[in-house]
């Protein structure tokens, strides 16, 4: 499987992004994707994390009320739609794929592929 991120950019307070991460090659019928970022100087962290086969989701309570993931089975691609950004949004934002679901995911270790990172700045 291949990823491919885009859509980062640089925003004002309060304004939003849509960021988006197609998938290629061999995928699975039961599988997620997820979203990370990592600012500079901290860990890689959990943002938002969606099935595939029922659309069930999972987001960082540090980002529930203003981003949503989402997904289109058919071209298999995932997006994360951004609202209410703030400058803590501040990072490099990953997607990552995984066979299956994990209850509970909020690790990188969950996931076994990684797309490129793409910027996404948030300006005071």
């Known amino acids: 499987v291949q990823l491919q991120a885009s859509g980062g950019g640089l925003v004002e307070a309060g304004g939003s992004l849509r960021l988006s991460c197609a998938a290629s090659?061999?995928?699975?019928?039961?599988?997620?994707m997820g979203w990370f970022r990592q600012a500079p100087g901290k860990e890689r962290e959990f943002v938002a994390a969606i099935r595939w086969t029922d659309g069930r989701t999972r987001h960082a309570d540090s980002v529930k009320g203003r981003f949503t993931i989402s997904r289109d089975r058919a071209k298999f691609t995932s997006t994360l739609q951004m609202n209410s950004l703030k400058p803590e949004d501040t990072a490099v934002y990953y997607c990552?794929?995984?066979?299956?679901?994990?209850?509970?995911?909020?690790?990188?270790?969950?996931?076994?592929?990684w797309g490129q990172g793409t910027q996404v700045t948030v300006s005071s």
């Open positions: 990552a794929f995984r066979a299956g679901w994990k209850v509970g995911t909020q690790y990188p270790g969950d996931f076994s592929t």
């Open positions: 090659g061999r995928t699975f019928s039961d599988s997620s």
